[in-house]
């Protein structure tokens, strides 16, 4: 079993900052790529940031220069931190891992976490 487990979101005003957080844990054997995807209302969800085991990462345009995203291998951590935040980021936030398993043979897939509400209002 894996589990993606999200902390952070909230509330926060125009040009505030918030900080999400994702655990992973489990029969993980390796985590390739992590990232956080947003799904706001009426929108279509859309890739925020990712990074792979090479720390190498990869920014919607939206959040470039905002958004900072970083891993802990050791922990099988990921954290977004977001600065100058905008309402237009109001949007449940999904954390996501490439992990591969180890029960008898190898498999490997995307798991999600639950979600987490960010609101960027004033």
């Known amino acids: 079993q894996v589990q993606l487990v999200e902390s952070g979101g909230g509330l926060a005003q125009p040009g505030g900052s918030l900080r999400l957080s994702c655990a992973a844990s489990?029969?993980?054997?390796?985590?390739?790529?992590m990232g956080w995807y947003r799904q706001a209302p009426g929108k279509q969800g859309e890739l925020v940031a990712r990074?792979?085991?090479?720390?190498?990462?990869n920014y919607a345009d939206s959040v470039k220069g905002r958004f900072t995203l970083s891993r802990d291998s050791a922990k099988n951590t990921v954290d977004l931190q977001m600065n100058s935040l905008k309402p237009e980021d109001t949007a449940v936030y999904y954390c996501?891992?490439?992990?591969?398993?180890?029960?008898?043979?190898?498999?490997?897939?995307?798991?999600w976490g639950q979600g987490t509400q960010v609101t960027v209002s004033s």
């Open positions: 489990g029969s993980i054997f390796s985590i390739n790529v």
């Open positions: 996501n891992a490439d992990i591969t398993v180890y029960s008898g043979g190898y498999s490997s897939r995307r798991y």
């Open positions: 990074i792979s085991r090479d720390d190498s990462t």
